[in-house]
Each structure stands twice: as structure tokens, then as C-alpha cells.
């Protein structure tokens, strides 16, 4: 099947840093991306999602970055914070058909805060 | 209290037995999901369901099997046939026509 994000690399930033989580997607008919964060031992949590007619999206000390010319995906935290040490997924939808609904994940990023 | 519930957090089973894990949700969400995570790696898609009384494989779904008898429920069992069961499995549900998919916090199955 299609494949997103096969690496799972690792950032480790200040406290207070802006810290940039990328993405690889393959899937060019994927029209909706989500960013989940998993703390250890926990289920994903939603942070954010954009739309494929969309190359930007803002949320709270998020954003989120489309280019569809070259299927990446990024995530950027602004003045990242101990709290925000994580797991993070990317995971993209293919609307339409029986892939409505199905999500397909990457591997995910390690980000780590140090104070 | 809205959200979704698995249990148990942890599970211990012997090689060869049947096990079933549990997932329920009242936010009244229509489709129903499980995923299977392995260290260091992302989510994969075992099975999912839409509608109650229907669903559909996923990637990975040999050696599991699944029943949707109520829109709240929808049980995961890891057969003896499954390969290598010891994961951490988590259930998500979504809205009929939402993508986005809330997370339960998952059960920690070790199969020895």
C-alpha cells in the first residue's frame, strides 16, 4: 500500500527553540493530513489537520505546511516546551471509496525538549 | 466524561489462547477502528467499521477478527493465529463523515 513518513528520525531542541517535524507522503491522491502527538504509553492526540486545497494552516503555537509539488508535510511548534516532548505521526486520508475514513500513518518523529 | 475507553492496560496471555480486547466509546461516533503499533514504529490498520453490523479488513488484518454489534462496541480478538500478537493496540472512532479519529489509550498485550 502507500507508504508516509518511512523514517522515524529524532529532534531534540532547546526549550524555547522552534522545532520543524517533516514529512514524506507517496500517496498522491491523499486529500486530508492530520499531525497526532503520542506521549509514551498514551494513544495519539490530535494537534492539527489542513486539507489538500490548503498549503498552510495555523492553530495554536502550530502550523502546519503543504506542498503537494513535492509531498511534504511539515509541522512547525513555535517556543516548544518540555510538555511538548513526544512521539509525533503524520497520517494522511485518500477520500472516496471503501479508503473513505482510513487513515494511513508514518513512522513518526522522537522530538525531545530539554529545559 | 465523553471519550473511549480499552481495556485492560495491560494483558498477559500464554501462546495458543484466544484473547479479546475491549473497546467502547460514547461520543457517538459511527465508524469504529483498530490499530496495531510496534516500538518505533507507526500505526498500522487491523480493522475498521463504518456502520454497525459491518466491517472491513485492513492491512493487517490475518490473525485477528472482529464483530460491531453496537455502535458503542467494537471488540478486537487476537487469535492464535497471529504471528507475533505482543503489541500495543489502540482503538480510535471517528464521525460518519469526520477524518478525525480520537484515540482510546491503548492495551499493552504480551503474548508469551
Known sequence: ?115 | DGGITQSPKYLFRKEGQNVTLSCEQNLNHDAMYWYRQDPGQGLRLIYYSQIVNDFQKGDIAEGYSVSREKKESFPLTVTSAQKNPTAFYLCASSRARGWEQYFGPGTRLTVT
Request: proline share 3%; glycine share 10%.
Open chain 1, 1 to 115: 500500500g502507500e507508504s508516509v513518513g518511512l523514517h522515524l528520525p529524532t529532534l531534540s531542541v532547546q526549550e524555547g527553540d522552534n522545532s520543524i517535524i517533516n514529512c514524506a507522503y507517496s500517496n498522491s491522491a491523499s486529500d486530508y493530513f492530520i499531525w497526532y502527538k503520542q506521549e509514551s504509553g498514551k494513544g495519539p492526540q490530535f494537534i492539527i489537520d489542513i486539507r489538500s486545497n490548503m498549503d498552510k494552516r495555523q492553530g495554536q503555537r502550530v502550523t502546519v505546511l503543504l506542498n503537494k509539488t513535492v509531498k511534504h508535510l511539515s509541522l512547525q511548534i513555535a517556543a516548544t516546551q518540555p510538555g511538548d516532548s513526544a512521539v509525533y505521526f503524520c497520517a494522511e486520508i485518500e477520500a472516496g471509496g471503501t479508503s473513505y475514513g482510513k487513515l494511513t500513518f508514518g513512522q513518526g518523529t522522537i522530538l525531545t525538549v530539554h529545559p
